[in-house]
């Protein structure tokens, strides 16, 4: 049995043209064999670093303006009833009302 297996190994082997493997084909990318990928390099960082500059400066512009303030609503007697006390007071959990 084993000498059947060798015998058809060189067999394809014979047949496929060769007693060597061929090697793969070398893959090749567009951008590498054109451009210098120096310059690429150098020329997104600079995009990078000129993206961050404008994000910064947008933030600090939009958060060093002054947000509205609004009014209070007016006291609606619907609004906050309150049929037994809170185990923890009078005011709701999160808030401190001056009494």
């Known amino acids: ?3 059947a297996s060798v015998r058809s190994g060189l067999l394809r082997t014979a047949l496929r043209g060769g007693s ?3 090697a ?4 090749g990318f567009a951008s590498s064999s054109h451009h ?6 150098a020329k997104w960082e600079k995009i990078t670093y000129l993206g961050i500059a404008t994000c910064t400066v ?5 958060l060093s303006k002054g947000h509205p303030h609004h009014e209070e609503p007016p006291p609606y007697p ?3 009833i309150r049929n037994k006390e809170f185990p923890w ?10 009494h």
């Not at 210098?36 to 390099?41: F, G, I, M, S």
């Open 36 to 41: 210098d990928d120096a310059y690429e390099t």
């Open 89 to 98: 007071g009078p005011d709701g959990l999160f808030e401190k009302k001056h």
């Open 58 to 62: 947008l933030a600090i512009y939009n």
């Open 1 to 3: 049995m084993a000498m």
């Open 20 to 22: 060597r493997p061929s």
């Open 78 to 80: 619907y609004l906050h």
């Open 24 to 27: 793969a084909p070398k893959r």
